[in-house]
Structures are given as C-alpha cells and as structure tokens.
C-alpha cells in the first residue's frame, strides 16, 4: 500500500487489543427482499446490512454505497499514504486517480468494498475494507487480496480491524478462495503485529536499495 493507487496495496496500520465477549447481531438474509435493518435506539441502514460489530452493537458493517461514502474513503487516503510513504505528495491527481479506481472497483464482482457505519453518535462512516479476488496469469492461482482496511483513529482500539479481518475469511471462502495475502510496510510495526495476531505470516520479501 508505481501506477495507479489500486494496485499500491495498503492495509492502515494500528494496533488492535483483543477484546473477549460476542459481536452482536446475524448475518442478514441477502436473498430477502429489500428491507431497512434497525435496532433500538439506533440510525436505519438500507439492507443489506451485514452485522452489526464493536462494542454494544453500535457500529454496523455493510456494502459500500458511491454517494454516501467515497469522499470519505478517498479522504481517508491521505494519512494512510503519509504513514506508509513520508516522502510521497498526496495530490490532487493521485487523489483523482484513486477515486477512478474506486469506482472502476465497485463494477467488478471481483472486489469488494464494505464500511463501516456509525449508529447514533453520528451516523457516519468510520471505517473500510476492500477486498479482491485475484487469478495468477501464469499458475491461474486464485488468491484474496486484502487491498487497503482503514478504521477512524477515534475508533481504533474496539477491535474493529479484527472484525473486518474476520468478515474478509468468510467473504473470500464463499467465493472458494482458501489463500489470502496482503501488503504492509516492514516499518509500521503497528500493522505488522495486527496482521500476525490475525494469522498473516511472512511468505515474500520485497527488497530495495538506495544507488
């Protein structure tokens, strides 16, 4: 997490402290018809609305949604380039061609996008996901890609990233993918402990140098 921003694959990095107890509510029947998903006290959601995760129940997971919410997850882009890359300008061209990935990625069944979604205290998205289905071209492997996972600083700490984490294992078994990858920055100690503790080993080493 070279071309364009899509293929610069950025899980964000924080640590997660695991937190024993259940996560609320089911998965929601995606072959019902078309419904609102509410619980007591909290803001609607238009089906489908995944589960609801984070502590009392007040954060739903859900599909991502083009109007309600690229802004802010093109928004979002900007502290998690600066953590990863301190050198690299954030401009407006990188932002503008991040956002035509974003939405190139919303027209391929091969991705995935799911936020995060606030329920009384806002009402906002405070977090994101996006996953892809990837096919070597030359063993014709297929492999999950965790692309980029992004949780609001105000809500780090409730285990929200390994929430998401979770959600992506099963997304990728009902598509038959049993092998899952991802990018991290070797100095953001941070992200490479959240990912170890949620079963991500080393397997490949990039290396570089400065002539």
């Known amino acids: 997490m070279k071309s364009l921003p899509w293929r610069l694959r950025f899980p964000s990095r924080w640590p997660e402290r695991k937190v024993p107890g259940p996560r609320a509510a089911p998965v929601v029947d995606e072959s019902a018809p078309a419904r609102v998903v509410a619980m007591p006290g909290l803001r609607a959601l238009p089906r489908p609305a995944l589960r609801w995760v984070g502590n009392g129940g007040k954060i739903a997971l859900r599909p991502f949604e083009w109007n309600a919410d690229a802004d802010a997850i093109c928004q979002w882009q900007i502290e998690t380039y600066a953590l990863n890359f301190p050198d690299f300008h954030f401009n407006e061209a ?7 990935d974003l939405r190139r990625a919303i027209l391929d069944d091969q991705h995935g996008i799911f936020v995060l979604d606030e329920g ?34 105000e809500k780090r700490g409730q285990e929200l990233a390994g ?5 992506s294992n099963e997304w990728f078994k009902t598509r038959r993918i049993s092998k899952l990858r991802l990018t991290v920055t070797a100095s953001n100690s ?19 140098k400065d002539i």
């Not at 990188?94 to 035509?100: D, I, P, V, W």
């Not at 959240?194 to 397997?203: A, D, P, Q």
């Open 94 to 100: 990188f932002a503008s061609a991040f956002r035509h």
């Open 120 to 153: 009384p205290s806002g009402g906002k998205s405070c977090g994101f996901i996006w996953l892809v289905v990837c096919q070597n071209s030359w063993t014709n492997e297929r492999y999950g890609y965790i692309n980029n996972l992004y949780v609001a600083p």
């Open 163 to 167: 929430a998401l984490l979770d959600f």
């Open 190 to 208: 941070a992200a490479c402990r959240l990912y170890e503790k949620n079963g991500y080993s080393v397997t490949r080493l990039e290396m570089e």
